[in-house]
């Protein structure tokens, strides 16, 4: 993703944390703290609009949206609107990423020819997510990598304790892949180096509150997998 699109995108992010921290009820004029939050964010909204390519106006379509209860007192209303205008700056962040490219799927024919059931049924969701879900996606390529590099374990070794393991902790995994010397080090490597300049994508997705992942990262799962899979398919 290019790099405005990418800022766009984090400051949607923020304005649409800002607008679910407003406490309507505590003001007496409920209107005035939406109106403000809308006038902060006009800039944002204005890229948005550019960047979008005009599909998407969400100053205009929330002021719609108002037009009317500019002097509205009662802040049940305007908790009741704030999920509409919520769903327009999801909406925003939708099209900005889909208007971008899309992901290069795992190939087709290596899931056709996987024995393990569900490594196979995970890299068909993932397939399918991946283009509108990218964090679920982030979080589910640990376990789908924990499998594959399993998957492999069984093929070489399969009295180690890799071919065994029920944890599907990617990290346990991977330690005990090490130590029964189940990847080559051209394997490693393409690992390592994913670990180093992903950790976003293997680790902080999946457990920092904060972190999300972009679809244009997806990519680089993609091409992982797409190198280490030809080792475990049929």
């Known amino acids: 993703m290019e790099l405005r699109k990418r800022k766009l995108v984090e400051e949607l992010r923020a304005a649409r944390e800002s607008l679910l921290d ?42 719609t ?6 002097h509205e007192a009662d802040a049940e209303i305007f908790d009741e609107l704030r999920p509409k205008f919520v769903g327009y700056i999801d909406w925003a962040i939708s099209i900005i990423h ?19 059931t569900k ?7 993932f397939n399918i997510s991946k283009d509108t879900s990218p964090n679920l996606v982030a979080i589910g390529f640990r376990t789908i990598l924990a499998l594959a590099v399993q998957e492999k374990a069984k093929r070489m070794k399969p009295q180690s304790n890799t071919a065994s393991r029920t944890d599907l902790s990617v990290d346990r995994m991977l330690d005990s892949a090490r130590t029964d010397g189940i990847l080559t080090s051209d394997e490693w490597r393409l690992i390592e180096s994913f670990k180093a300049t992903h950790k976003d994508i293997y ?15 997806v990519d680089t799962m993609v091409d992982l997998l797409n190198k280490l899979l030809p080792s475990i398919i049929n």
């Open 203 to 217: 680790d902080f997705v999946g457990h920092r509150p904060s972190v999300l992942v972009n679809k244009d990262e």
């Open 22 to 63: 407003i406490n309507f009820y505590e003001s007496d004029r409920p209107w005035l703290p939406v109106t403000e939050w809308l006038h902060s964010w006009d800039t944002t909204f204005r890229k948005c609009n550019t960047l979008g390519r005009g599909l998407v106006n969400i100053a205009n379509t929330i002021a």
């Open 119 to 125: 490594l196979a049924e995970m890299l068909k969701e």
């Open 65 to 70: 949206e108002l037009d009317g209860y500019q």
């Open 98 to 116: 889909e208007q971008d490219h899309e992901v290069k799927p795992v190939l087709e024919d290596y899931i056709k020819r996987i024995k393990d």
